[in-house]
């Protein structure tokens, strides 16, 4: 899984790496979005074994177009790469957040933030992390209550079941 990460990682950087600018990207990123979605409505097509690569290649042309995203997951299925094709996804939109400033950030309650509170939650994380954030809230409710909040590889688990399970493994000491 580690090293699927890390390959989707790769690819995606090059795939980024092929736009000159932020718009470029967000169009490069567009086109690769839709050439999956057209991808998925063919799968059986393309994990059919008894279809000769070649006479999949001509069809997938045909189907996905001829614009760079297309030519990408082209050549993911070329390469039999196309299960990565969701976390290179993923990748990309961190590679744009990354081109255009933008950081982010879950926060994650047991129940649903009226406004204030989640104006008040953008204020203080920004504070805390000291960047301007946009800010995605989830609702879980088995987290009892609390918060928790996830920006890139940090999380602050500030929750009433994080809490008990630190008190569990404190008692088992």
Request: proline share 1%.
């Amino acid at each position: 899984m580690k090293d699927n990460f890390y390959l989707a990682h790769k690819y995606a950087v090059a795939f980024d790496f092929c736009a000159n600018n932020a718009q470029e990207a967000m169009a490069n990123f567009s086109s690769y979005h839709n050439a999956l979605e057209r991808l998925a409505r063919v799968k059986d097509i393309v994990e059919n074994p008894a279809i000769a690569f070649n006479q999949k290649e001509t069809f997938l042309r045909e189907f996905l177009g001829k614009d760079i995203g297309a030519s990408f997951v082209m050549l993911l299925v070329k390469a039999k790469r196309q299960h990565l094709a969701k976390v290179i996804e993923r990748e990309l939109m961190l590679l744009l957040d990354k081109r255009n400033k933008i950081n982010r950030a879950q926060v994650t309650t047991a129940h649903a933030l009226n406004s204030q509170e989640k104006q008040q939650a953008q204020k203080t994380l920004s504070e805390y992390f000291k960047t301007p954030l946009t800010l995605s809230f989830k609702e879980d409710k088995n987290i009892l209550g609390g918060i928790i909040v996830k920006k890139d590889d940090v999380c602050i688990d500030g929750s009433i079941l994080g809490q008990l399970k630190n008190l569990e493994q404190e008692l088992k000491r």
